[in-house]
DNA sequence: ACGTTATATCGATTTTTTTCAATATGTTGA
DNA sequence: TCAACATATTGAAAAAAATCGATATAACGT
């Protein structure tokens, strides 16, 4: 019941992970096979520390894993939980989610083109 | 061929768009059909201005349409520009799009399980 | 034209995010 | 054990995003 509540909030996560340029970049690097940390960092002109946040970012949202191998750090992309968000926003633009109430402003919804007239709200 | 870099940036102003959580709820509301903005501030805890900023920024990314309606303002998902952020989601896992440079740190990529000998990157 | 209503913009503030230098932790090979 | 390397964490600063009150703009009815 409201575990759709922390489902959100997972989904939201993802999606401020996603939302960085930087980001956002290192999953399509991802998508083409694991790497470690090192291999990352030469793609961009960020330093180490910012690198490491960015990753703390994505394992923290679960779109990329992590496993140690040796001194390295090897990353790659969940694909399961990408999916899992990109089903989540495939379901959106249906009809079945109406999360939140509603309430009307002028009686209908495309009664508004003639508003002959109008319904004082209290 | 630098279309892609000017799609990228589309992209990522959607997933921006979507990694606020009122614009996700407003979003999730917009799908079940279009509502006037006195609608949408109704279900959220927010004042008129920042209702006003966050629509921006929804149509600012294009995932929202607006229409004037009388002295009301309508806004409604724009179900085509939704599908194309998911479209691009969905094709990042798999391995067309190859983006960025790719070095390798220790040879291959499985070769780390057994790092036996390290190549020194100069 | 005027008052009312709906929404947008402006300016300032608060909050969040991103970034980095310094330092810590953990792993390996000698 | 120790030096070297890879990555993580910390603390502080800079940048960006979100919020609001005040005010502006736009449309409508009278």
């Known amino acids: 019941m409201d575990e759709n509540v922390t489902k959100i909030s997972q989904h939201l996560l993802k ?8 980001r956002l970049d290192i999953i399509s690097l ?5 790497l470690c940390a090192c291999d990352i960092l030469e793609s961009f002109k960020i330093t180490q520390p910012t ?4 990753m703390k970012m994505l394992t923290g949202s679960n779109l990329v894993d992590s496993v140690r191998k040796g001194k390295w750090m090897h990353y790659s992309l969940n694909q399961a939980e990408f999916s899992g968000l990109i089903d989540y926003l495939g379901r959106i633009p249906k009809p079945e989610n ?5 309430s009307s402003c002028c009686g209908g919804m495309d009664s ?3 508003q ?6 209290p």
């Open 98 to 102: 109406r999360p939140v109430v509603r």
């Open 116 to 121: 002959a007239e109008q319904v004082e709200k």
């Open 30 to 34: 991802l998508a083409n096979g694991p």
């Open 51 to 54: 690198l490491s946040y960015h």
């Open 15 to 22: 999606l401020k992970a996603l939302s960085d340029e930087t």
């Open 112 to 114: 508004c083109d003639s």
